[in-house]
């Protein structure tokens, strides 16, 4: 009985693994067209949590603007 190659053995699971990435990469795709990301709206609650917040910690100060940082 021969050995098997080893240099084959590695291609072939290299190639299988980069085949299911790239089916997996396809559905994660086609999920995210179906049910596509939701625009967040303004809370107001929290809103006012953090002008609450920046009241409190310093007395006199006003928030003019909100935004997130990504």
Do not use: Q
């Not at 809370?43 to 917040?53: F, P």
Request: aromatic residues 2%; glycine residues 2%.
């Amino acid at each position: 009985m021969s050995e098997p190659n080893l240099i084959l053995v590695c291609a072939v699971a290299f190639a299988t693994v980069l085949i299911l990435l790239s089916v997996l990469a396809g559905v994660i795709r086609l999920v995210t067209l179906v049910f596509p990301e939701k625009a967040e709206e303004s809370d107001e609650a929290v809103l006012a949590a953090i002008n609450t917040a920046v009241s409190t910690s310093i007395p006199g100060a006003r928030v003019t603007r909100i935004e997130e940082i990504k």
